[in-house]
């Protein structure tokens, strides 16, 4: 299992000025490899292999008046920049295949130096290293302080040098990380948990327990606001135009990065203390379509969830994602019987079959839980180290996942 380690850089201004002729140069072999393929598909010609394009476009280009600032960057920085060509590609042919899963895919386009995400990418064979005194020595760049926030555990194998659109530089090291490993430490528990996402509060447990939204971009909207109307008064391609541009992305970077380690925190802390966990497959994009968009994307329920999986793929957890058109806020967790779908205002219902009082995020709380089969632990059943089953007249209805529940 790869994952990343992400560190903050702050090179001066010799290495700012090394960073931008790296991002320059591999973006002029990005869109020189995307108008080369380009050519070739008019031409009706096959398109050219990598090897190819990699010896036209890099080794004879560095030799011509017009390329010749290709040397003074490193060539594995400008080989990944190929790679990354040949890759994006690969991704847009499979998805007009129907072989990759997730949304279409489009044909690559050309980079531009506007563009808010700068990166170059260096390997193992590029030589970096770091310091005895904590730098990142970059070839052809030099050493850059990086702060460094914990330790790596093993070697990494490649080193991704970003900047961002708020002007920051990072460092994303790539780690082989050992599952087996990282399961052995975290502690045994035999808990298990349904999740109930909403707005109202960003998590309702089964066992009651509710986490407040913290509703990170509602809190900064007013400065967000502000920011943006200074950034629309500004004379395009002025000089205060950039600065106010920063502003306002470093306002919305700060609201990313609170949201972002908010989630850490939350999904950290559930699986260190649940074996399984179950959780809706909520249709994220289709209620962003809806009135509540704003509140939808400032909750973040899809990176949340998308941290819960990796997460259980790491530590040995279980993780079981239920049906979207599962009626968990119309069924009562009692008696089971469905009474019906409610207004968002109904915040509380009483059961028409059994006289049950039930707070609606509560209720389908417990609701997810039992879709995903977890709740036989109550009854005392072990669920690991072995795959937690569900009741047999659930299994594949409701929009359940086909895919196996893992361990």
């Known amino acids: 299992m790869q994952l990343r380690y992400s560190f903050r850089l702050y090179p001066d201004t010799g290495r700012q000025t090394a960073l931008a002729k790296a ?76 072989a990759r899963k997730g949304p279409r895919v489009g044909a690559p386009r050309f980079k531009s130096r506007k563009d808010s995400r700068q990166s170059i990418r260096f390997t193992a064979n590029a030589r970096w290293s770091v310091t005895g005194g904590g730098r ?25 040098v970003i900047k961002d659109a708020a002007g920051r ?16 430490a975290m502690p045994d528990s035999d808990q298990t948990v349904g999740i109930d996402l909403g707005l109202t509060h960003f998590a309702v447990l089964d066992d009651g327990t509710k986490i407040d939204s913290p509703r990170f971009l509602r809190r900064a909207e007013k400065k ?12 395009k391609g002025s000089k205060n135009r950039e600065k106010a ?43 962003a379509r809806t009135r509540l968009a704003r509140s939808v994307h400032d909750a973040g329920w899809s990176q949340f969830v998308a941290m819960l999986e990796y997460k259980a793929v790491r530590y040995g957890r279980t993780l079981v994602k239920i049906g979207r058109f599962e009626p968990t806020s119309q069924t009562c967790s009692a008696c089971g019987v469905k009474d019906g779908p409610k207004p968002l205002h109904i915040r509380e219902w009483t059961c028409t079959a059994c006289g049950r009082v039930h707070d609606r995020d509560h209720n389908a709380a417990k609701n997810v839980k039992t879709a995903a089969g977890l709740a036989v632990a109550a009854c005392g059943a072990q669920v690991r180290p072995g795959i937690v089953p569900a009741q047999r007249n659930e299994a594949g209805s409701h929009g359940f996942s086909p895919e196996p529940r893992a361990a």
């Open 23 to 98: 991002f320059g140069c591999a973006r002029v072999v990005f869109n020189d490899a995307v108008r080369a393929r380009e050519d070739a598909r008019r031409a009706g010609a096959a398109f050219p292999a990598v090897g190819e394009l990699s010896k036209k476009l890099i080794t004879e280009a560095k030799r011509t008046g017009e390329r010749c600032w290709l040397g003074e960057v490193s060539v594995v920085v400008l080989q990944q920049s190929l790679r990354d060509a040949e890759a994006a590609y690969r991704n847009f042919f499979a998805s007009l295949k129907g």
């Open 136 to 160: 990142l020595n970059l070839p052809k760049i030099g050493a850059v302080k990086v702060k460094w926030s914990r330790t790596l555990p093993t070697r990494p194998s490649s080193v991704t």
């Open 224 to 235: 967000l606001k502000k920011a943006q109307r200074e950034l629309s008064r500004k004379q």
């Open 169 to 184: 530089y990072f460092a994303s090291f790539v780690i082989d990380a050992d599952p087996h490993a990282d399961a052995a």
């Open 245 to 287: 541009r920063l502003k306002v992305a470093r306002a919305h970077a700060h609201v990313a990065d609170a949201r972002r380690e908010f989630h850490h925190q939350l999904s950290t802390k559930l699986i260190r203390e649940n074996q399984a966990i179950g959780v809706e497959d909520l249709a994220v994009k289709g209620l």
